[in-house]
């Protein structure tokens, strides 16, 4: 059964580490664990509900159990990699088109993370340049890099 463990938002990784510790120490027969980040805050974890309740009893931001069961068939979205046609270099202009507070921003990509799938940009119109390091799904290309 895959049931659902609530953590602090940001802290999936976390949570997931120190679980991971706790099921290898104590011998925990956990199946598999894993979170996704389309939905923060959340950590799914395969095994019994007892095994599971022991693996993070008294773990560091955990919230709570949720004991529902999840069917792999909802979570199969999350695991197939996004295809991505667009490849983007250091240089390119692009456009944020998620997140709260640079919505509509233009940036430069100073650094491309592939396995992370992630891009460090700073934006054009700051005064400062701060990198900022954001998913790849939430820019958009505006401008190739002229060569």
């Not at 099921?23 to 939905?39: E, G, V």
């Not at 773990?59 to 999840?70: C, D, E, F, N």
């Not at 490849?87 to 993370?113: L, M, N, Q, S």
């Amino acid at each position: 059964m895959i049931l659902t463990i609530r953590t602090t938002t940001g802290r999936e990784n976390a949570v997931m580490d120190t679980v991971m510790t706790r099921i290898q120490a104590r011998k925990i027969p956990i199946k598999s664990i894993f979170f996704t980040d389309d939905l923060r805050g959340y950590v799914f974890i395969e095994g019994e509900q007892e095994d599971i309740e022991n693996a993070i009893k008294n773990v560091p931001h955990v919230r709570g159990l949720i004991s529902k069961t999840v069917e792999l068939k909802e979570l199969e979205k999350f695991m197939v990699p996004e295809k991505r046609e667009i490849k983007y270099d250091i240089g390119d202009v692009v456009e944020i088109v998620g997140g709260p507070a640079f919505k509509g921003e233009k940036a430069k990509i100073t650094r491309v993370d592939d396995t992370k799938n992630e891009v460090t940009v700073e934006l054009l119109e700051a005064v400062i340049p701060i990198p900022l390091t954001i998913s790849m799904n939430v820019v958009r290309l505006h401008e190739k890099k002229k060569v």
